[in-house]
């Protein structure tokens, strides 16, 4: 690697910028060159970090105790400040001055002999790699072999290698010895976004710290800060916007704001203009969208959403916005009073108020409604007529059961008929499943996704052998075998079916059997297990006739006599009357067929017929 060639200093009299300083120009005589906010206001020591103050606190206290690792492991979000604080670090092991002559953090705030070398990224001893582009194992020997040798000029030779868990697995195997028991004179500093990625062999030898994501209420002052250091006006909604759309990144934020500044000039920077220039949909708005799906309005949410889409929000952002929403009304209803939103009052009262329209059941199925919702936008060629339908499925959720009640028996009153109170369809009246021999479809709630019935009347189911029949003509043979072995059937009836289980039988088979039913039938299904004993299952019925068939044919004479002549044989098969492959010549006489094993000393098959009974045997 070509080593980088030194930036030119600043002339005298002249103030370097935080970093390399945008005093640096670009050609002698030349304007200065433009350094984004993301660089220029990187922290130039440990009191600068945002949000990472217990972090701060632990490295502060190993410095000045002594106690200092060897090998360091940096991870977290991207932008939270992982390869600054690699850098920090490696200014802090090997910081000397006039004065101070070890290893310092809280000294960093004055430059040291080797600080201005280490953050241009040019000192000797110090190397900073990045893991993509040195996966190879011979790269890492390599490394190895020069970390041997004593610093240059530093107290430490310090490696900075960042996105550590691209390398392959050769390179960590090769760096496991070295990285456990170092030269006293090297440092290890890794960084990386994909800790999981990484061999416990290897973070078993690195002092680990998890650098924090930066809370939208830290990012949002932290950015007003810069601001007023860049003389800018932007709105604190503005800057709210930002800071969620970070998503926890501070040099996302940045380089957000940065655009931000170019697009709308340092004067005034309003929430309007940051809104389209990221194609986000009005806040209050989307809890206007929110509030018509929830009522289940699916008009008035379609005609919102559409005029969002039309005034310029992207599809997969409106859906993204309703899920943070959705999020907060979850939030809502579980914190109850102890619940604080980080925005207006208004805003706060609105997601209240549709927390007391939802139980904590209904806020999880439209959440994962609308993260699947999210996915379709992504993906769909038309994403904005995909946003629309999943607009159109919120408000369908809306209008179902709450999914706790999905369980629960239907009440006399409903099954006489009574209109249960509800939302939209659940207002509809309901005739009695027991006797009706139709019914209304019912929309139903199938684990995430959601099934509604067909138009038109449904099977008649009311006994055992018509399920079974109705499973073997959809060839659902699954639920078939697990209601042959453990449904002991005690009471069924059209609409209701009790039943206790076998012993292994499945937790969810009542579940299984209620939703295969509704589906099937069209009505309400009552599915109660009992712990009851019950009768035997089909299974075990079919195992018990076996059992006494061979019981029965081991008794008869013949058999028994022809079992006695051929030690070790035993009857494989028993052929009851009416089965394919009896002798026709025998019409209703009893019929055994018997095969003999083992084969080699049994004979060929034999059909022993009971005659009928004589006087004399002889």
């Known amino acids: 690697m070509a080593a980088k060639k030194p930036p030119k200093p600043p002339e005298d009299g002249q103030e370097a910028g935080p970093e390399d300083g945008p005093a640096l120009f670009a050609e002698s005589g030349g304007p200065p060159a433009y350094q984004v906010l993301a660089r220029k206001y990187r922290p130039h020591s440990f009191e600068d970090l945002v949000g990472q103050e217990a972090m701060v606190r632990t490295l502060t206290n190993a410095f000045k105790t002594g106690r200092i690792a060897h090998a360091f492991m940096l991870t977290g979000v991207r932008g939270v400040g992982k390869t600054t604080t690699a850098r920090l670090l490696a200014r802090a092991l090997n910081y000397e001055s006039d004065t101070i002559h070890q290893p310092s953090i809280e000294a960093l705030q004055v430059e040291g002999r080797h600080c201005r070398a280490i953050i241009e990224g040019r000192h000797i001893d110090v190397l900073e790699l990045d893991a993509a582009s040195h996966t190879k194992v011979e790269e890492m020997r390599d490394l190895l072999d020069g970390a041997r040798y004593a610093p240059v000029s530093a107290r430490y030779k310090v490696y900075i290698i960042d996105e550590v868990h691209m390398l392959s697995t050769a390179s960590f195997n090769a760096l496991l010895k070295t990285l456990e028991e170092p030269p006293p004179h090297v440092k290890f500093i890794f960084a990386t976004t994909e800790i999981r990625k990484v061999p416990v062999t290897v973070l078993s030898r690195c002092q680990r710290f998890n650098l924090q994501r930066f809370t939208p209420e830290a990012l949002a002052e932290h950015l007003a800060n810069i601001c007023r250091k860049e003389k800018a006006t932007v709105a604190p909604e503005a800057l709210a916007l930002i800071a969620r759309a970070a998503e926890g990144s501070a040099r996302d934020a940045l380089s957000i704001l940065d655009q931000a500044l170019v697009q709308g000039g340092k004067s005034n920077v309003g929430a309007e203009a940051v809104r389209e220039m990221l194609g986000l949909a009005d806040r209050s708005r989307v809890l206007d969208l929110l509030d018509k799906a929830i009522a289940a309005d699916h008009k008035a949410a379609l005609e919102e959403a559409t005029a969002l889409l039309d005034a310029g929000a992207d599809a997969p952002v409106l859906v993204k916005d309703l899920l943070d929403a959705m999020t907060e009304v979850s939030r809502a209803k579980a914190l109850g009073e102890a619940y604080a939103y980080a925005g207006p009052a208004d805003w706060a009262q609105r997601t209240q108020a549709m927390a ?66 509800s939302v939209g369809a659940r207002g509809e009246n309901r005739q009695d499943a027991r006797r ?17 019935a067909t138009d038109g009347p449904g099977k008649r189911l009311a006994s055992l052998n018509q399920i079974i029949a109705e499973l073997d003509s959809q060839r659902r043979i699954d639920l078939r075998y697990e209601i042959e072995t453990y449904v002991r059937p005690a009471e069924i009836d059209y609409g209701h079916f009790h039943y206790s289980a076998a012993p292994g039988a499945p937790v969810d088979l009542s579940m299984k059997l209620r939703s295969w039913l509704e589906a099937t039938t069209h009505v309400e299904w009552e599915v109660i297990q009992s712990d009851d004993a019950g009768a035997e299952s089909a299974a075990e019925q079919r195992a018990r006739r076996k059992r006494e068939i061979f019981e029965a044919a081991e008794a008869h004479p013949r058999i028994a006599e022809a079992l006695k002549a051929f030690p070790g044989s035993r009857i494989l098969r028993v052929d009851e009357p009416g089965d394919d492959d009896l002798d026709e010549a025998a019409g209703e006489t009893n019929v055994i067929h018997v095969d003999f094993a083992p084969r080699d000393l049994a004979p060929d098959p034999v059909d022993y017929v009971h005659p009928e009974p004589e006087e004399d045997d002889d």
């Open 436 to 452: 009706a021999e139709t019914a209304p479809p019912v929309a139903m709630a199938v684990g995430d996704d959601l099934h509604h």
């Open 356 to 421: 007391q329209k939802l139980s904590p059941a209904q806020a999880s199925r439209m959440w994962k409604l609308l993260l699947q919702g999210f996915e379709d936008c992504t993906r769909a060629p038309d994403p904005p007529a995909a946003a629309q339908m999943v607009v159109l499925r919120l408000a369908a959720a809306a209008a179902l059961p709450p999914p706790e009640n999905a369980g629960k028996a239907p009440t006399p009153e409903k099954r006489a008929g009574a209109a249960p109170e």
